[in-house]
């Protein structure tokens, strides 16, 4: 018999008599049955164990980690006539099965006897609360744990930072790490890789830069998962170019997750050509593209307007690759079809796949929709938007942007009456530009930062040269009724206007390097036309990353040629 099976131990130890004198021998052999996912035998010798003690009763809620059995067990202890208490290595355990399950009330039950205890500013103990507040959204939560944590090591900076990054709180997520590098804590490749996410979130280029020069200077650069994250920080980044250097680097170590990111790159910035030739190259090195792979370029298709391509790499996802398609993969089939007008067929498709279309795939539609300027499929995709979500704002200002287009302003005034009486309020517009490393929020007409006045300045100046070489503000954004002044005022004060003209400031981006601008929403339309201009102007390459797409103003053109 193997000596290695636990069985066999368990044999030796009634034998030799160890099994009935020897607590520890028991404690120890619970574990090993847990450990051959031997559940029933594992319990059995704890119930053999006279008097259980707190090691035997943490090593039976180990045994059924990641099962509510565990918390059973827990409260047991907790009832036993012997009154044992939980140790750190107790909360841990159950704290992490909290975190797997989740149960966020059970775990927030059990911080509070961390806390009586004393244990709750312990190393692990601390850091299976962070865990379990960051997988359940709280990250405030998880921060106040970790500010009271008596000592921090590598792993809990490097969780707090991921925590955080996964959180959509990058800012959070880089000062972390900032904070981690004075302590004089080592970066680990998951504390770098969390950085280099979190900057790549926000499209903040000098902070993925200056990530990429730290993972040098310690060899992490060469590590897969760091270079992985590099690659997928300078696509999100829009320098594909970068992140083909450190592709091209590390190309024969990469696995599949690095090639994927290096054609999403690709993909977002609509290079079809390039997200091809690494799919070919990818299977000539062994590799099975996955359904990122597949993704990655469909949205490359979809991005250039190429439908008939999407429509074949599609089917050949399911017929000669065996993949089921997401429902990611089927909104690039409908986005692609209704940016050429198929849009019936488009909505066929949304209402018969294995999948229930969710919001992003009624708005893709809705904006096609918006686009034709066909009032009759676009009001069924706002209702539809609507079933999701009442509240979504975004079903009535594409609609009413496709009537303006279409120049029906009694419709319009409707949209907007029916947004109001549903007291439905519209998202407001918000850009970031990041300067000298520092990163500079706009929104609509604000007026807070301290070079106000200098940004003013310049946004009348850059719009009344571009008017000079014919620059036509799209009035269509607009409400009829609204006085040409007012159109005028409203328009020229978007945030990424104003993102635009503070980049353009003396000391801010140096001369001949790209304006990089981040917004939240949709670009609209008039703004991407006063960027055509406005790069031609500066002669300068602008590059905006909206909620969409990338689009790449050089010369007075956009590659997203003028559809997104």
């Keep these: 018999m193997d000596s290695t099976d636990p069985r066999c131990v368990h044999a030796r130890a009634i034998t030799t008599g160890a099994a009935k004198a020897n607590r520890a021998v028991l404690n120890n052999l619970i574990t090993l049955y847990s450990k051959s996912d031997l559940r029933s035998d594992a319990a059995r010798v704890f119930r053999s164990i006279p008097s259980p003690n707190v090691v035997s009763w943490t090593a039976l809620t180990s045994v059924f980690s990641n099962s509510p059995l565990s918390f059973h067990h827990f409260i047991s202890m907790l009832r036993h006539p012997s009154r044992i208490l939980p140790n750190s290595h107790t909360l841990t355990s159950l704290l992490k099965t909290c975190a797997t399950l989740p149960a966020l009330t059970f775990g927030a039950q059990l911080h509070s006897v961390a806390v009586k205890l004393g244990f709750s500013s312990e190393l692990f103990t601390a850091s299976a609360l962070v865990s379990l507040y960051f997988k359940t959204g709280l990250s405030n939560n998880a921060k106040k744990v970790f500010d009271e944590m008596s000592v921090r090591d590598e792993v809990c900076f490097s969780s707090v930072i991921v925590g955080f990054a996964q959180n959509y709180k990058p ?50 650069n060469l590590n897969v998962v760091v270079g992985s994250a590099l690659i997928d920080g300078y696509g999100k980044c829009g320098l594909v170019g970068n992140a083909r250097g450190v592709f091209d680097e590390l190309e024969m170590e990469l696995n599949i997750v690095g090639w994927n990111a290096m054609m999403a790159g690709h993909a977002q910035q609509g290079e079809h050509g390039s997200v091809i030739e690494l799919f070919t190259l990818m299977e000539e090195r062994g590799m099975v593209p996955d359904e990122y792979s597949f993704l990655a370029t469909l949205t490359a298709l979809y991005n250039a307007g190429l439908v008939e391509e999407t429509e074949i790499w599609f089917k050949r996802m399911t017929e000669e690759y065996s993949l089921e398609p997401c429902l990611e993969h089927y909104t690039c089939l409908v986005g692609a079809l209704g940016k050429v007008g198929r849009l019936e067929e488009a909505e066929r498709i949304a209402l018969t796949m294995p999948f229930k279309p969710d919001a992003a795939l009624w708005r893709v539609l809705l904006s096609k929709c918006a686009y034709h300027v066909n009032m009759d499929i676009a009001w069924r995709m706002s209702d539809r938007l609507l079933e999701i979500n009442p509240m979504d704002d975004s079903a009535y200002v594409i609609l009413a942007n496709a009537y303006a287009s279409a120049g029906r302003w009694d419709e319009v005034r409707e949209v907007w009456k029916r947004m109001k009486d549903k007291k439905v309020r519209k998202e407001g517009g918000k850009s970031w530009i990041e300067a000298l490393g520092e990163v500079h929020v706009f929104l609509a007409g604000d007026r807070r930062h301290e070079r106000t006045n200098e940004i003013y300045a310049k946004l009348t100046e850059l719009m009344e040269e571009i008017e000079k070489l014919g620059y036509v503000p799209v009035w269509a954004e607009m409400l009829h009724e609204v006085e040409e002044k007012e159109k005028k005022k409203s328009l020229w004060h978007h945030s990424e206007k104003l993102a ?26 008039d703004c991407h036309e006063a960027f055509k201009y406005i790069s031609r102007l500066v002669e300068r390459e602008i590059i905006v990353r909206d909620v969409n797409r990338y689009h790449k103003f050089l010369n007075g053109r956009c590659n997203c040629g003028d559809q997104w």
């Excluded at 979130?201 to 730290?214: F, P, S």
């Excluded at 353009?504 to 601008?517: N, S």
């Design 171 to 220: 800012m959070d997520a880089l000062s972390t790490f900032v904070e981690m590098r004075r302590s004089g804590m080592s970066s680990t490749m998951v504390s770098v890789s969390g950085a280099l996410r979190a900057g790549s979130d926000m499209a903040m280029l000098e902070q993925c830069r200056i990530v990429h020069g730290h993972a040098m200077v310690t060899g992490l």
């Design 500 to 525: 635009l003209a503070f980049g353009l400031l003396d000391g801010t981006v140096p001369p001949g390097k790209a304006l990089r601008i981040v917004k939240n929403l949709r670009i609209c339309r």
